[in-house]
């Protein structure tokens, strides 16, 4: 059932855009191997055989009821996201695009990724992904330590971490690795340690995130004993300082990419699909508890599809696979313009706040000569960005934009 939320009447202006933002396809796949304690994503363990074919064809009639909403627009990037989308064999992968590209305008250059786990049964099938059409992998790696591993749940070990890495880089010049540190006992040594180990492979993208305990997971219900805030903010410095040095740009709160020439092709690794999220563009979200944003004339909406996966492929099947869609009001569109192009370690330019929320830049002002004063931001005619400060602090800096009686919802992002 679809809830729409009517906005209350404001004195702030309706959106007016002179061009929509870049649109992006996001699809999840919802299942995984095994659900890891951290995790707050819509992932569920795979009890027995994944309904491949099933969802494959629910997916299909999910973009088909949505192909009205961006009828016309041209997709620039597409993300695999779950979940494990690598569980799914090339062959669903391959029919998926397939559906995609007989249905919508698929940039001839678009940005693919897959998201994949190192174990041995999907690095079997990395070759296969890229005949698929996929041309960006990104590796959970999280770290190569045994004992961390085990700890945060993951089924794969230090060795099958470097040989997934290892043939990875054989089949695709456009490599991510996902890294964590702040681990339950991890020491700033041992936050080094992995990122020395990454840096043998000289991936042209490396994600460094560091482990939040969220509600509704194993680690919310029962905390480990995690390294204090001195610490991970050692680790943290230790980890820029080291992938600065290697010649990485940190472009974005958790990002790392690097200009890497793998003949005969050389990769600028920023990775696109993420930095249409972070600069406010669109996105199509297909597949079970997949979300969207989406722009029209007037306004901004936002959707989010069933989260079960059973319940997701009936709906799908029966053309009505949404569960909410809301305009978002007026007042709400500058926080979340904000909650995502302030991420971006080199700002944004002052022109692209009009551009991507159709408001005019003076909506937000007083917000901006606010966090200015604080210190959060400097600011010029052609350009706003957060200061170290106000990147140490980024959710005191949110705060600043945030509109009456909300609170601070979790940036919608992919590594």
């Known amino acids: 059932m679809i809830v729409n939320h009517a906005s209350p009447v404001t004195h702030h202006p309706s959106p007016s855009f002179r061009a929509l933002p870049p649109l992006s396809l996001y699809i999840h796949i919802p299942w995984c191997a095994r659900k890891c304690p951290y995790c ?7 009890r027995g055989t994944v309904p491949e074919e099933r969802y494959v064809a629910a997916l299909n009639a999910d973009l088909e009821q949505a192909l009205p909403e961006v009828w016309g627009r041209r997709v620039h990037s597409v993300f695999f996201g779950g979940g494990t989308p690598s569980l799914f064999s090339a062959p669903a992968i391959d029919a998926i695009l397939a559906a995609v590209r007989a249905r919508i305008a698929l940039a001839p250059d678009a940005e693919i990724t897959l998201e994949a786990n190192p174990g041995t049964v999907e690095a079997g099938k990395f070759r296969d992904f890229r005949a698929a059409g996929i041309n960006r992998l990104s590796l959970g790696i999280q ?23 290892e043939i990875a880089l054989r089949n695709f010049e456009n490599v991510n690795l996902d890294l964590m540190y702040g681990l339950p006992g991890q020491t700033v040594d041992e936050a080094r340690a992995d990122i020395e180990a990454a840096l043998e492979f000289a991936p042209a993208h490396l994600s460094c995130y560091h482990l939040t305990i969220e509600p509704n997971t194993y680690f919310h219900r029962f905390p480990p004993k995690l390294p204090d805030d001195d610490t991970t903010a050692a ?13 990485y740009d940190h472009y974005e709160t958790s990002a790392f990419s690097k200009t890497v020439s793998r003949q005969p092709v050389t990769i600028e690794a920023r990775c696109r699909h993420n930095l249409n999220y972070w600069m406010f563009g669109d996105y199509l979200g297909i597949g079970a508890g997949a979300h969207s944003k989406l722009s029209f004339p007037g306004r901004i909406v936002r959707e989010a599809r069933i989260r079960h996966p059973e319940r997701y492929l009936e709906s799908a099947a029966g053309g009505d696979p949404i569960q909410e869609r809301h305009d978002v009001r007026p007042e709400e569109i500058p926080f979340e313009f904000m909650m995502n192009a302030l991420r971006l370690n080199a700002g944004f330019a002052a022109a692209l706040f009009a551009e991507r929320t159709g408001l005019p830049l003076t909506a937000t002002l007083r917000e901006l000569e606010d966090a200015e004063r604080r210190g959060l931001i400097e600011r010029d005619p052609v350009r706003i960005a957060p200061t170290l400060r106000g990147r140490r602090y980024l959710n005191d800096l949110l705060q600043l934009f945030l509109a009456p009686e909300k609170h601070v919802p979790h940036p919608v992002a992919e590594p």
């Open 40 to 46: 707050d994503f819509n992932s569920h363990e795979a």
């Open 235 to 247: 680790m943290q410095d230790a980890i820029e300082a080291r992938l600065a040095a290697a010649g």
């Open 143 to 165: 770290s190569f330590d045994p004992r961390h591993l085990k700890s945060l749940g993951r089924i794969h070990d230090g060795r099958e971490a470097r040989r997934a890495i």
